[in-house]
């Protein structure tokens, strides 16, 4: 019988998940409106895109520190730093004027969102019961799907009376809202009670207990999960960050509209957590196995994805957003697998913000090379080839989490999940 979730439970789930939701407000923002900054600047999508490169990459480098700071240091300190300087940065690239200048700033930017994820897990990890755990990572992950709703919604119409810039700065003001929230409502979300005894599958080290050392055949299937996190975090973010220019220029759609129809991305993708994550508790106790199994879906989808427009380029335009989102939501279940709750069997190690954020880092390695890889591809060749390239990353990303879970599957029988 499922056991009904605690009021304390739900708070510390919508909490984290409207941080999470206040964090890509100010990350996704400019990727947003990618197609009419390139408009209004007069420069190559390609250019552009190396503000985005910035970000993605500080993003994951950041990850790693940010995980190594986040089994060292409160989360309570650490999250609120992270948004303050997103803030900061919302508000410096209102004054830029230069390709150079935004990518410095939204390069920091990037470094200030990876200072959010790996605390966030741990918060989750320390308060909740595996089962309250896995709750709460999906309302998490929803909120970032729900922000990014709200973007590309609002994003065109607001652009209809004011600048992108001021956008930006709308923006910064919501972020410096959550940072009051956080101090006015942390204290009293996340004060420490004892999870019920019956409630609890693998908890994390006490202060009076040691940490398990890491068995090495772990980093043997590490290596096979982290390429496979870094072709989702291709597959996810390149496609997001291009939809609105391949439904310009592929069929004639205006900048907004573009961006409008984008929408339907982030749609599928909030479905898609519920979905993906009933998947895994239902048939797959792991969640590597999973992972492969969507990346198989992916394969298929993008297959299909390439001959529709192969064949019939004049009538593909509600079959190509139906298909890229499926794609994109594909993905994000991959990240749920992979991101969310892989870094949770760290926990008898005492060490989940740690390989939170190393894991983390391996997918925005993968956006940052296609958020560029992309553009280059779509420019210098066209979209049907860059599909086909989304239907071997697909493939391949199938066959690495296959034999990787094989491995992870001895590390889930050794501790009992």
């Not at 409160?74 to 990518?103: D, E, R, W, Y």
């Not at 700033?105 to 200072?115: E, R």
């Not at 809202?177 to 101090?183: A, R, T």
Request: charged share 10%; proline share 4%; with cysteine.
């Amino acid at each position: 019988m499922k056991s009904k979730l605690s009021p304390r439970t739900q708070k510390i789930a919508y909490f984290l998940a409207l941080v999470y939701f206040t964090s890509y407000c100010m990350r996704v923002n400019l990727a947003v409106m990618l197609v009419k900054i390139c408009s209004e600047m007069q420069v190559e999508k390609s250019a552009l895109a190396i503000v985005i490169t910035g970000l993605t990459a500080a993003y994951g480098a950041g990850q790693v520190i940010s995980g190594f700071l986040g089994d060292r240091i409160k989360p309570q300190h650490i999250i609120p730093t992270g948004l303050a300087l997103a803030v900061a940065c919302n508000v410096g690239i209102f004054f830029a004027s230069t390709i150079p200048a935004m990518t410095v700033i939204w390069s920091v930017n990037g470094f200030a969102h990876a200072l959010l994820w790996p605390p966030i897990v741990r918060l989750m990890s320390t308060h909740l019961s595996a089962e309250d755990y896995s709750f709460a990572a999906v309302r998490v992950n929803q909120g970032s799907s729900i922000a990014t709703i709200a973007l590309y919604l609002f994003c065109p119409l607001l652009l209809g009376f004011i600048q992108w810039r001021t956008i930006m700065l709308l923006c910064a003001l919501w972020g410096a809202i959550m940072v009051v929230l956080w101090f006015a409502f942390y204290p009293h979300i996340f004060k420490k009670i004892d999870i019920p005894e019956e409630k609890v599958e693998i908890s994390a080290p006490t202060s009076s207990q040691k940490a398990l050392p890491i068995p090495l055949y772990i980093f043997g299937s590490l290596a096979l999960i982290m390429p496979g996190i870094m072709l989702q975090g291709m597959l996810r973010d390149g496609v997001t960050n291009w939809m609105p220019s391949f439904l310009l220029e592929t069929f004639g759609l205006s900048e907004e509209s573009s961006i409008v129809s984008t929408v339907i991305l982030a749609i599928f993708t909030m479905i898609s957590y519920s979905a993906f994550g009933t998947l895994q508790k239902r048939f797959f106790k792991n969640e590597v196995t999973c992972a492969a199994v969507i990346f198989g879906g992916s394969a298929i989808v993008c297959a299909i994805l390439f001959v529709v427009n192969f064949f019939a380029p004049t009538a593909a335009l509600v079959p190509s957003l139906v298909l890229m989102a499926l794609t994109v939501a594909a993905m994000h279940g991959v990240n749920l697998m992979l991101i969310s709750i892989v870094p949770r069997r760290f926990v008898v190690f005492g060490k989940v913000a740690t390989y939170s954020g190393i894991l983390n880092a391996a997918t925005y390695v993968g956006a940052a090379l296609s958020t560029y890889g992309f553009a280059a591809l779509a420019e210098t060749f066209d979209w049907n080839f860059t599909i086909l390239t989304w239907v071997a990353i697909s493939f391949v990303g199938a066959v690495v989490c296959f034999f990787g879970a094989r491995i992870w599957q001895r590390h889930l029988n050794e501790h009992q999940f």
